[in-house]
């Protein structure tokens, strides 16, 4: 697996696109040829896993993306879940999913997102469109495409900061 660098001149989709895309495949890489067990360590004191991390990033791209971005309802597994019961729901019930189920459900909600940002893209001004998702509490809180991109960059960026100390302490893996 690789990864596609961004482009180094491209026009603003382009380039934010191409980042979001090089720290999935980042994600992607930090968690390759991992089995259940090693899917679920921690390294402590933290409860975080590689799995937590690829089911709570399948989650925040359905959120940004298919939520509210786009308006639509959750699809499962995330529409049956009780989030006032566990606000970490995404993270905790990763153990109970095969490395299968976590990578197939991540990769579905990727090529949704996708399919949604490139729909979106098609249209002139498409980055200063507005979320059509609005708010009880707040009906006037809408994210422009280019801010939930940019959301979702930041996000990956965390995350896999946190995925490259993980996979170094399952089994020594570095790198980029």
């Not at 298919?66 to 153990?95: C, F, I, K, L, R």
Request: with cysteine.
């Amino acid at each position: 697996m690789t990864r596609t660098d961004p482009p180094l001149a491209g026009s603003e989709a382009e380039t934010l696109t191409a980042f979001l895309d090089h720290h999935r495949e980042t994600l992607r890489l930090k968690t390759a040829g991992l089995d259940a067990a090693q899917l679920d360590q921690r390294l402590a004191p933290s409860t975080m896993t590689l799995g937590g991390l690829l089911k709570h990033l399948a989650y925040v791209e359905d959120w940004w993306c298919n939520q509210v971005y786009a308006d639509n309802p959750p699809p499962e597994p995330w529409a049956s879940v009780d989030w006032q019961a566990d606000g970490d729901w995404d993270w905790h019930s990763a153990a109970q999913d095969s490395p299968a189920q976590l990578r197939e459900l991540y990769d579905e909600m990727v090529a949704a997102s996708d399919r949604i940002v490139r729909e979106a893209l098609a249209h002139p001004g498409a980055m200063e469109s507005l979320s059509r998702r609005t708010f009880r509490s707040d009906p006037s809180r809408r994210y422009n495409l280019r801010w939930i991109l940019v959301h979702l960059i930041e996000e990956y960026s965390r995350h896999n900061g946190h995925a490259d100390l993980l996979r170094e302490s399952i089994d020594g893996q570095v790198g980029d």
